[in-house]
């Protein structure tokens, strides 16, 4: 009993928060069927996700909806590994900034993954079947001896357990000089962009020892830098058309058919400021962290620190819309400036329909935003609402007036817990959320109808 007394208590609670820095979610996506999630995080390692068929268990009670498929591994692999810019004596991060998938065209599957400098093609296929009986070779893959070889005999292949094999593909180097922020997967199939903060490169999958550059914003003399790239993305439908964002909160859609470098864009997308509200914070926080084009090709979503906004294709004048994410940091834009976080960049995500949007923010809330009545919604992915058939709930963040029952305060809020990447499947009401190193898959099993509520 002495013994057990003096031996340390193991903090169980510390070691559950504990959370190392490789094992953050960096980036999530589903691919084009939403059969497979991938993530990837700041140690360089992509975790893939499968869908599971159906449940054959039988219901419990009548009525009740059969489990349509949970998502489980399918396969980890490490892509890329820490490396090192001799001549400019800087270290290059294994982070995984962006996956995109390809689109399935046979039994494989095909995706681009990317870190600060590199990008690289992985091919994801399935192996049940193994040849056996080699003429030159014995059964551990050794060369025989020629000189025992009296016969000759037909290969056969016979089942084996089922094997996921990653092979690298292709490597993509040397074609930025800045980060990489975004890639992006043309409609045509055959090449993509790659962006970083200065440069637009246009790549063709088959070839990787040259890329086209299609934007050059540096200037002759870097002291007149005014705004960075932050994030780009191909048109769904139209092969020939791109936009991407800046630092400045502006969006610039380019047409490849116009000029072979797209220096001077067909439309730029900007909000008039109101002079009256500038304060030292109005640039950073008007910056784009992220722009996705909706499934029709019709809108642009983008999203700042304090807002989303959507924008119609043919009225560069303004968004259509815009909504509060939370309006009610403004004012604590100062304490946000000193500890770094008004430089997060959040993603935002269009649901399948174009009808709902969904962005993250802090102390694990998401918001998503109904278009047609215009009504938000906070939601917030934590471990209670992880467990089968748990409930989302509702949270909301008290700024004034009467205080309900559950109400967070803004003083109250943990902006070490963000919600920064996000998916939404391309055709069901599934989500995924990454909330520092764990990833929460939502599904709305009540009324399909009902986009995300």
């Not at 290059?92 to 990317?114: D, G, V």
């Not at 999203?303 to 403004?330: F, I, S």
Request: a negative charge; one cysteine or more; hydrophobic letters at 30%.
């Amino acid at each position: 009993m002495g013994e057990d007394a003096e031996s340390p208590k193991i903090n169980h609670t510390f070691l559950r928060d504990y959370v190392t820095e490789a094992d953050v979610i960096s980036t999530v996506e589903f691919n084009q069927t939403g059969d497979l999630l991938a993530t990837g995080d700041k140690g360089g390692r992509v975790v893939i996700f499968q869908r599971e068929t159906e449940s054959k268990g039988e219901p419990e009670e009548v009525g009740e909806t059969v489990d349509s498929g949970e998502y489980n591994v399918y396969s980890t692999f490490q892509s890329h590994e820490p490396d090192f810019d001799y001549l400019k004596s800087l270290e290059i991060e294994e982070k995984i900034n962006k996956i995109r998938w390809l689109p399935q065209q046979n039994a494989a599957h095909f995706l681009l993954s990317t870190n600060d400098k590199t990008i690289k093609l992985w091919k994801v296929s399935e192996r049940d079947k193994r040849p056996e009986g080699y003429n030159l070779k014995d059964e551990e893959g050794r060369l025989k001896d020629m000189t025992t070889i009296t016969s000759l005999q037909v290969p056969v292949l016979k089942p084996t357990d089922l094997m996921v094999e990653v092979r690298p593909r292709r490597v993509f180097s040397n074609g930025h000089t800045y980060h990489v922020n975004s890639i992006s997967v043309n409609s045509d199939g055959e090449t993509y962009l790659s962006a970083d903060d200065l440069r637009i490169n246009m790549w063709h999958l088959d070839i990787t020892d040259r890329s086209f550059n299609i934007v050059d914003i540096k200037p002759a003399n870097m002291e007149d830098l005014t705004e960075v790239i932050t994030s780009a993305e191909f048109h769904p439908h139209h092969c020939h058309l791109f936009v991407y964002s800046s630092s400045k909160g502006t969006l610039r859609l380019c047409d490849m058919r116009a000029s072979a470098l797209c220096d001077r864009h067909t439309k730029l997308f900007e909000e008039p400021e109101d002079p009256g509200s500038r304060s030292f914070f109005s640039e950073i926080i008007s910056s784009v962290s992220d722009v996705k084009f909706s499934h029709s090709g019709r809108y642009l979503l983008t999203r700042d620190y304090l807002t989303a906004k959507v924008w119609d294709l043919n009225m560069d004048k303004g968004p259509v819309e815009t909504y509060q994410v939370h309006e009610y940091l403004r004012s604590k834009l100062c304490s946000l400036y000193e500890n770094d976080c008004i430089f997060d960049k959040f993603e935002c995500v269009w649901n399948s329909s174009d009808s709902v949007i969904m962005t993250g923010a802090y102390n694990s809330f998401f918001r998503m935003f109904d278009r047609e009545t215009g009504r938000g919604v906070t939601l917030e992915a934590w471990r209670e609402s992880s467990k089968p058939r748990a409930v989302l709930r509702t949270r909301r963040v008290y700024t004034g007036g009467k205080r309900r029952r559950g109400d967070v305060g803004v003083d109250s809020l943990d902006f070490t817990k963000k919600i920064l990447h996000m998916a939404w499947h391309p055709s069901e009401n599934i989500i995924a959320i990454a909330a520092t190193n764990n990833l929460y898959i939502f599904q709305d099993r009540v009324n399909p109808e009902t986009q995300g509520q």
